[in-house]
């Protein structure tokens, strides 16, 4: 979906560099956090011998006992989506 931003100032100065560099900065965030989440889903991919989606999948059903680390693991997940729907990202 293509969305339009109107600024209007009185300044002199443009405001597209510095609007530009904002956004440029902020995406760079979100792909440091995206990568850093994959990152930490990998561990524990590798620590537990499942796949996120077999260990959601499990979980869910209440095939796994509650833990720190699944509630954790479970978090990871959940940013994992919420970063990749980030527009940032998807431009």
Known sequence: MLQNITITTNSKVSLRPLVESALQAE????????????????????????TSAQFEQRFAAR??????????????????RLLEEQPALNS
Do not use: H, M, P
């Open 63 to 80: 095939e796994l006992d509650e833990s720190l680390d699944f509630i954790e693991w479970l978090g990871e997940i959940k940013t994992l």
């Open 27 to 50: 995406a760079k965030v979100l792909a440091l956090g995206l990568r850093r989440t994959r990152e930490r889903l990998a561990e524990f991919e590798q620590r537990f011998g499942l």
